[in-house]
């Protein structure tokens, strides 16, 4: 029986390689994969899923009013799994989409991305991947402190920890760096003490 898999973790834990080498290995062995990610995440250009490490691979985009069942039926359905980079952008009826292909169709279905925002808050796409995915799985990443890296710490332009904004923000290394709880709520003490309200 098929699954609906959610593989987390936070920024810089290889998300996106696993993603990236999932594809590589079921083309590997002769099937067809559907790579998908929505279209907010255009850091890298529309249709293309980078990782950190430099794996590259084209996708198909997804806006969130994209009906992920009917793409996978309507033009997609000779492909053996769907693989979706960015999963925490869905929208949760997308989510739910994918787990009816799961069900519908029999091929599993493997969701990569963030639990939560820079405010800990979790995304509407994770909030039901954690609801309904069949398999849950948390990929880690480590703070510079050397403890577990849970929080996607938001940088402003002077490298300050942000504490307030939109709960979208692209960006990479330069925006973002995986902390430990401990530590980021440290960096907002010192910045407080500092007058650093961000």
Sequence with gaps: MAKLYFKFGAMGCSKTAQALITKFNYEERGMKVLLV???IDNRDGATTVRSRIGLTAEAITVGEGVNMYDLYVDNHKDCNVVIVD???FLAPHQVDELSAIVMDYDIP???F???TDFLTHLFPGSRRLFEIADSIQEIKSV???GGKATVNARLDDNGNVVFSGDQVC???NE???AMCK???LKAKREQEARGIYT
């Design 37 to 39: 990610k929505p279209a």
């Design 86 to 88: 960015e999963c925490q």
């Design 109 to 111: 279905v493997m969701c």
């Design 113 to 115: 991305g963030l639990s």
């Design 143 to 145: 703070c510079k402190c």
């Design 170 to 172: 692209l960006g990479g």
């Design 175 to 177: 925006r973002y760096v």
């Design 182 to 184: 401990k530590c980021w």
